[in-house]
């Protein structure tokens, strides 16, 4: 069945450092891809997305694009800072049951 | 807009009580799911609904039941607690047509079984 891995965490990282969360994914057929970040004692709020090949997904500046030929979407960010810190992950949706499957989530710690 | 509500925030019980926990949202989704996270496991689907009068069973639907008899609802019970369901439990909803759509969560249920 479909299924997405993520790097465990935690990622401890100081302030103005370069950001990578991996994240492959298998699945059938042409899924979308998904970030979700969760801050502490929150819900899971959409990060970005991508729903096709080539697409990147870019916001708060972040970005991750969809790599097909790898099976990878991984997180990115040139300066994280303490407001980042949080649980991020990965998702997909299935094309053809709307399921939304997760990865375990990699916790991010930012230091100043 | 309010999104999605979920009620209560907390809830402790005792095991063998049965409870629901409530979920209900405005912005007129076909697609409504409920989801269990556990540490180290990411979140898991419990069940889902694509809409009024459907419902299916997602990863782990054992001890849980559901109901969608309105677009706007869709409340989670549990019908005989047990400690293995201590969990945060989130409701998310989306429009049903096509995988491109995100799923809009909720801010959560923390349940906890003694």
């Known amino acids: 069945g479909d299924s997405v891995t993520q790097m465990e965490g935690p990622v401890t990282l100081s302030e103005e450092a370069f950001l990578t969360i991996n994240c492959t994914y298998t699945a059938t057929g042409y899924p979308s891809l998904f970030w979700y970040v969760q801050y502490p004692g929150e819900g899971l709020q959409l990060l970005l997305k991508?729903?096709?090949?080539?697409d990147k997904g870019s916001n708060k500046g972040f970005e991750a694009t969809y790599r097909k030929e790898t099976t990878s979407f991984h997180l990115e960010k040139g300066s994280v800072q303490v407001s980042d810190s949080a649980v991020y992950f990965c998702a997909l949706r299935s094309y053809n049951t709307d399921k939304l499957i997760f990865g375990t989530g990699t916790r991010l710690q930012v230091f100043p | 807009n309010a999104g999605v509500t979920q009620t209560p925030k907390f809830q402790v019980l005792k095991t063998g009580q049965s409870m629901t926990l409530q979920c209900a949202q405005d912005?007129?989704?076909?697609?409504m799911s409920w989801y269990r996270q556990d540490p180290g496991m990411g979140l898991r689907l419990i069940h889902y609904?694509?809409?009024?009068?459907?419902?299916d069973q997602g990863e782990v639907p054992n001890g849980y039941n559901v109901s969608r008899s309105t677009t706007e609802d869709f409340p989670l019970r549990l019908l005989s607690a047990a400690p293995s369901q201590t969990s945060v439990y989130f409701c998310?909803?989306?429009?049903?047509?096509?995988?491109?759509?995100?799923?809009?969560f909720g801010d959560g249920t923390r349940l906890s079984i003694l």
């Open positions: 991508a729903t096709k090949a080539d």
């Open positions: 912005m007129n989704h076909e697609y």
């Open positions: 609904s694509v809409g009024a009068g459907i419902t």
């Open positions: 998310a909803s989306s429009y049903s047509q096509g995988s491109s759509q995100p799923q809009h």
